[in-house]
């Protein structure tokens, strides 16, 4: 048994819209709304505690350690495995609140935070 499909239709050309458009409007909208977007930083903007100060002078993101030292405390190996962990599933696009509350429950295990937080 042979199956042909049917002969495809004639190509024509696509007729071009001769409208012309005015998005001023729009454009003030997103302007306004941007204006008014809250930043997604949750650190504070103030002198940092000398445990905090340490990590960020050892290249650390100042949120990443903020959040770091709240949550592991004062180990040391905990909290750049934390800080490497957050500053990479930020850099992918999800919320600070988000990933800290992830890596948090998942014991700093990265790819267990990151099969959360795209669930």
């Given at each position: 048994?042979?199956?042909?499909?049917?002969?495809?239709?004639p190509?024509q050309?696509?007729?071009?819209?001769?409208?012309?458009?005015?998005?001023d409007v729009?454009?003030?909208?997103?302007?306004?709304?941007?204006?008014?977007?809250?930043?997604?930083?949750?650190?504070?903007?103030?002198?940092?505690?000398?445990?905090?100060?340490?990590?960020?002078?050892?290249?650390?993101?100042?949120?990443?350690?903020?959040?770091?030292?709240?949550?592991?405390?004062?180990?040391?190996?905990?909290?750049?495995?934390?800080?490497?962990?957050?500053t990479?599933?930020?850099?992918?696009?999800?919320?600070?609140?988000?990933?800290?509350?992830?890596?948090?429950?998942?014991?700093?295990?990265?790819?267990r935070?990151?099969?959360?937080l795209?669930?």
């Amino acid at each position: 048994m042979c199956f042909h499909s049917p002969p495809l239709a004639p190509v024509q050309p696509v007729p071009v819209s001769a409208a012309a458009f005015d998005f001023d409007v729009e454009k003030q909208l997103l302007s306004h709304a941007s204006a008014l977007r809250q930043p997604t930083s949750v650190a504070v903007k103030r002198e940092l505690d000398p445990r905090a100060a340490k990590y960020v002078q050892m290249g650390m993101e100042r949120e990443a350690v903020i959040m770091a030292l709240a949550i592991q405390g004062d180990s040391h190996s905990q909290v750049v495995d934390f800080c490497n962990s957050y500053t990479l599933l930020r850099e992918m696009g999800f919320h600070p609140v988000a990933v800290a509350g992830c890596l948090a429950l998942c014991g700093n295990d990265r790819d267990r935070a990151l099969q959360l937080l795209v669930a």
